[in-house]
């Protein structure tokens, strides 16, 4: 039961498009997720991600309103049913592949999922060249995603707007087959914000099938340096002195570039390192006490190579 208030409330927020919120209303609405301690794992690698406060928070509330619906059920109580496809909307390189498969892992401990693995695919592995080619390629992709999911990158690519090739015809068997294999498998989507707002409101059956949106923003200068730092700690390396203030400089620089891949720079940037770090020692009669020591030259060299 809801409130005239509340369904005001709800009625403003339901427009995917329109989900700015600010940094002071996320603390205030963060939700908490309680864990269980034979259900932990997806969550808590979620949860010990860089950034992707608001994703966090997303994905918990619905986990807790799944946890509820359980409850409810367990105890002959009316259990509402809730669609489970959803869309990642966000630039390259903020996540969506894997926190999609995350969600997986953590639809499975859920039980909302039997398997809760990922099948990952663009327009090339369900669009055909020729007549006949399309539906059986899309089927053959969601019999792979049964029990799991069906992750679409760059879903908009399957629309076109000349309508000369196949693309419709694979929403339109998508679309089918989550009516007919229905909680057996979930779809999401993913792309660029406008691009995929377009793709959802070119198709009824898309709009009334997705109604979840989850956006990912892209990492601020402070997070692409800690993902930095982490990468550098899980490899066993050690950052000199001073060379954190190098890759702030960097990243604050590369962030206004038009080709900007968030967490892509990062691991683009840190195999540039490493490149640059070997090089450097490789010769050194010391080479052993350097093997695990970054410096300030090896990243400028690194940089000027990404560059």
């Not at 195999?271 to 350097?290: A, D, P, Y």
Request: aromatic share 8%.
């Amino acid at each position: 039961t809801i409130t005239t208030k509340e369904a005001d409330f709800l009625k403003s927020i339901m427009s995917p498009w329109n989900n700015e919120i600010s940094k002071s209303e996320l603390e205030s609405n963060t939700a908490t997720y309680v864990s269980t301690p034979e259900k932990q794992g997806g969550m808590e690698q979620l949860t010990q991600l860089t950034g992707l406060e608001l994703v966090k928070n997303d994905v918990a509330t619905l986990v807790n309103f799944i946890k509820i619906q359980k409850v409810r059920a367990s105890k002959g109580m009316k259990a509402p049913s809730l669609s489970y496809h959803c869309v990642f909307i966000g630039n390259p390189g903020t996540g969506k592949t894997t926190v999609a498969r995350l969600v997986g892992e953590i639809y499975r401990e859920l039980g909302i999922l039997n398997k809760g693995h990922l099948v990952e695919v663009d327009r090339a592995e369900l669009v055909g060249e020729y007549v006949g080619q399309t539906a059986p390629k899309v089927k053959k992709k969601v019999e792979e995603s049964i029990g799991g999911i069906l992750f679409i990158d760059e879903a908009y690519t399957l629309t076109s707007e000349s309508g000369m090739d196949y693309g419709q015809e694979a929403i339109n068997t998508l679309l089918k087959e989550m009516e007919d294999k229905r909680d057996e498998f979930i779809v999401i989507v993913a792309g660029y914000v406008d691009e995929m707002k377009k793709f959802i409101n070119s198709n009824p059956g898309l709009e009334s099938r997705f109604n979840k949106y989850i956006d990912f923003k892209d990492y601020t200068v402070e997070e692409l340096c800690d993902m930095f730092v982490n990468v550098v700690d899980q490899n066993d390396y050690q950052l000199d002195d001073g060379g954190l203030e190098i890759l702030i400089e960097y990243f604050e620089e590369i962030k206004r570039k038009v080709n900007f891949a968030n967490g892509r720079h990062v691991r683009n940037c840190f195999e540039k390192v490493l490149i640059s770090h070997s090089e450097r020692i490789v010769t050194l009669n010391n080479m052993e006490e350097e093997v695990q020591k970054i410096t300030i030259e090896d990243i400028m060299k690194a940089l000027v190579l990404v560059k």
